[in-house]
C-alpha cells in the first residue's frame, strides 16, 4: 500500500512563499499523476495543481503563475512551490496519487493534509 505523507505548511504573511514536499512511501511511476488540492471549512476539495509522469503540468486560474509544481523520482517526492501567497490561499492542502485500477477507473490516494495559513 502506498502512502503520501505531505510537509512543509505553516502560517505565512501575504505575499511570502511556501513549499510543500509530499513524500511517497513507494514508488511515484506507481501512480499515473500527482497533484494537489485545498480544502477550507464548508467547501469543496479544490484543485490546486497536477503532474504527469512524463512531466506535464496543469493548474487552474487561480493558482496560475504563483504555483508550481513538480517532482522528484529518485527521492519519491512531489513538490508544490507557492509564491505571492495571498489570504484566500489559507486552506489545508492535500496530496493526491491518481493509480489506474484493474477495473479501468482511476483510483485516488490520499495524504493526511497540511495546514496553510496566509494572515498578518
Known amino acids: 500500500q502506498v502512502q503520501l505523507v505531505e510537509s512543509g505548511g505553516g502560517l505565512v504573511q501575504p505575499g511570502g512563499s511556501l513549499r510543500l514536499s509530499c513524500a511517497a512511501s513507494g514508488s511515484m511511476f506507481s501512480f499515473n499523476a500527482m497533484g494537489w488540492y485545498r480544502e477550507v471549512p464548508g467547501k469543496q476539495r479544490e484543485f490546486v495543481a497536477s503532474i504527469s509522469r512524463v512531466g506535464n503540468t496543469n493548474y487552474p486560474d487561480s493558482v496560475k503563475g504563483r504555483f508550481t509544481i513538480s517532482r522528484d523520482n529518485a527521492k519519491n517526492t512531489v513538490y508544490l512551490q507557492m509564491n505571492s501567497l495571498k489570504p484566500e490561499d489559507t486552506a489545508v492542502y492535500y496530496c493526491?496519487?491518481?493509480?489506474?485500477?484493474?477495473?479501468?477507473?482511476?483510483?485516488?490516494?490520499w495524504g493526511q493534509g497540511t495546514q496553510v495559513t496566509v494572515s498578518s
Open positions: 493526491n496519487g491518481k493509480m489506474l485500477g484493474s477495473s479501468g477507473r482511476f483510483n485516488d490516494y
